[in-house]
């Protein structure tokens, strides 16, 4: 089973990965926990590129086809094997955080995009996307109480990052059999609590 987590920057996938891995092993599952850009030696090289703060003159276009690069390596290098021996993998964002930063926030042409991210993933599809939303000014208070390394994406404006969570809103409202949204503006527990419930109807569904 393929499982994506999306969101808004500061909408907290990141450290609620781990213990939805976590719980999912204590079930029994074999789980893979990756991320993008990234996953593999390849893309962590094109994710220091693309968030590198001083690539400020990289176009929307650059910006796309390295994200698709990266996206290419991890799905044939670790996704696609992975879920061929009956892993549960688990990806922090994927080919929906192109359509929602490069479609959305960067207003590149939905079929260029669509059309380049086949090319990308091969055709693999999410099983069930977890949209973790939380309002933009929210989340990047969050990032910065947090004291996190803020990346070239994250000191977008806030009307891009708007465009963003709007984008983010619509996908998951135009496929909601396989999206589901999670109020993340609320403790970390009770975020855990329903990304769990909501995994473990799915895989009980499976």
């Known amino acids: 089973m393929f499982i994506t987590l999306e969101g808004p920057e500061g909408s907290g996938k990141t450290s609620q990965i781990a213990p939805l ?4 092993r204590r079930q029994g599952f074999s789980v893979v926990v990756t991320r993008e850009p990234g996953g593999t030696p390849i893309g962590d090289q094109i994710r220091a590129v693309l968030h590198n703060v001083e690539n400020k ?10 994200y698709s690069a990266a996206r290419a390596q991890h799905v044939r290098e670790l996704i696609a094997p992975a879920l061929a021996a009956g892993q549960v993998v688990l990806c ?4 929906d955080s192109t359509l929602a930063y490069q479609g959305y926030g960067r ?3 939905m079929q260029d995009l669509a059309a380049m991210t086949r090319v990308a993933t091969g055709g693999l599809q999410p099983d069930l996307t977890l949209l973790l939303d939380i309002d933009v000014a929210r989340g ?3 990032r910065l109480a947090g004291g996190e390394e803020m990346n070239r994406l994250d000191l977008e404006t806030v009307a891009f990052h708007e465009r963003v969570r709007a984008g ?12 589901r949204c999670v109020d993340a503006d ?8 329903d990304l769990r419930a ?5 895989l009980a569904a499976l």
Do not use: G, H, K
């Open 198 to 202: 909501i995994v473990q109807a799915r």
């Open 57 to 66: 003159s990289m176009t929307a276009v650059t910006e796309l086809l390295l």
């Open 92 to 95: 922090d964002r994927y080919a």
């Open 168 to 179: 983010y809103l619509q996908m998951a409202q135009a496929e909601p059999q396989r999206w």
């Open 186 to 193: 609320r403790p970390v527990e009770a975020v855990q609590a």
């Open 21 to 24: 891995a976590e719980f999912l």
């Open 140 to 142: 990047l208070a969050r």
């Open 107 to 109: 207003d590149v042409d």
